[in-house]
T-cell receptor, first 113, second 111 residues
Framework: NAGVTQTPKFRVLKTGQSMTLLCAQD?????MYWYRQDPGMGLRLIHY???????AKGEVPDGYNVSRLKKQNFLLGLESAAPSQTSVYFC????????????FGPGTRLTVT | RKEVEQDPGPFNVPEGATVAFNCTYS??????FFWYRQDCRKEPKLLMS???SGNEDGRFTAQLNRASQYISLLIRDSKLSDSATYLC????????????FGTGTRLKVLA
């Protein structure tokens, strides 16, 4: 099993450009999450999904959209990138909800210039 | 006050030492607790869950103190390979789903 994979691993965008980050998991997990990690801030939840076709806002959702059309995939979109969105983005999945371990992907390093 | 607070460190300890980290949380309704380990520029990975009765996994012991609202991680006989950042996680479902990460405590084990 590959676990949780993310594409791309690195990306540089110009302000105002858009892009989509792809997360895929092969563990048949119901829950999936997108986090961003910034120095001194810890991991912050952007959006999450409790099952195929559902999404919900996390702590820092502004400027991002998500979709979960298939159970194994969770997409994160940046509509109009801003320098404040420069960060490392991690996707994670869990079997069920809060009491369960989250499995993380390797991360995407995004720089917005 | 932050919802979850950790001393950022770094904690520099010699090989073989015992080291302990604490993590405090602000909401008494917090439900589940975890310790994750994160190596430099890598993804976080679960180290252990923290149960009310405390739990041990080899050289690692985790404790929960609900009265004082903190969790702790004790590492005995530190190895060079234990060098990493340790993140505590607290979960909450008071009206909204929250899986809250601390900012992490950095540990360096020195030869």
């Amino acid at each position: 099993n590959a676990g949780v994979t993310q594409t791309p691993k690195f990306r540089v965008l110009k302000t105002g450009q858009s892009m989509t980050l792809l997360c895929a998991q092969d563990m048949n997990h119901e829950y999936m999450y997108w986090y961003r990690q910034d120095p001194g801030m810890g991991l912050r939840l952007i959006h999450y999904s409790v099952g195929e076709g559902t999404t919900a806002k996390g702590e820092v959702p502004d400027g991002y959209n998500v979709s979960r059309l298939k159970k194994q995939n969770f997409l994160l979109g940046l509509e109009s990138a801003a320098p404040s969105q420069t960060s490392v983005y991690f996707c994670a999945s869990s079997k069920q909800g809060l009491a369960y371990e989250q499995y993380f992907g390797p991360g995407t390093r995004l720089t917005v210039t | 006050r932050k919802e979850v607070e950790q001393d950022p460190g770094p904690f520099n300890v010699p090989e073989g030492a015992t080291v302990a980290f604490n993590c405090t949380y602000s909401n008494s309704a917090s439900q589940s607790f975890f310790w994750y380990r994160q190596d430099c520029r890598k993804e976080p990975k679960l180290l252990m869950s923290v149960y009310s009765s405390g739990n041990e996994d080899g050289r690692f012991t985790a404790q929960l103190n609900r009265a004082s609202q903190y969790i702790s991680l004790l590492i005995r006989d530190s190895k060079l390979s234990d060098s990493a950042t340790y993140l505590c996680v607290v979960t909450l479902t008071s009206g909204t789903y929250k899986y809250i990460f601390g900012t992490g405590t950095r540990l360096k084990v020195l030869a």
